[in-house]
């Protein structure tokens, strides 16, 4: 079991940016591959971006491509999305994930079956 907690979430205009991060509590490069979801009232869970555990391969939900990028900082266990161009639908409370045993390809490191370890989630709101 892996320990995670987001922080970095907060208001913002559209068009704007933030940063969030995840900090795990072990090593994950290699161990774990991870994941950033989020969800918008009365919507279902959405997967946004991923990344494998090697770190070589990422994959992003359409709604984000271009504008969204994870990256794992290894010498801190930190997970991080970097979050551009920010619309009011991007309004969620996102979650950070890590799962030991990882399929890969965009449908299932997008889906938040592959994941077994989860943050508490941080709140991102985005006006107009």
């Known amino acids: 079991q892996v320990q995670l907690v987001e922080s970095g979430g907060g208001s913002v205009q559209a068009g704007g940016s933030l940063r969030l991060s995840c900090a795990a509590s072990?090593?994950?490069?290699?161990?774990?591959?991870m994941a950033w979801f989020r969800q918008a009232p009365e919507k279902e869970r959405e997967g946004v971006a991923a990344l494998s555990s090697g770190g070589s391969m990422t994959y992003y939900s359409d709604s984000v491509k271009g504008r969204f990028t994870i990256s794992r900082d290894n010498t801190k266990n930190t997970l991080s999305l970097q979050m551009n161009s920010l619309k009011p639908e991007d309004t969620a409370v996102y979650y950070c994930?890590?799962?030991?045993?990882?399929?890969?390809?965009?449908?299932?490191?997008?889906?938040?079956?592959?994941?077994?370890?989860w943050g508490q989630g941080t709140q991102v709101t985005v006006s107009s």
């Open positions: 994930a890590a799962a030991s045993r990882c399929t890969p390809g965009s449908a299932s490191m997008l889906r938040g079956s592959q994941y077994n370890n």
């Open positions: 072990v090593y994950t490069k290699s161990r774990y591959c």
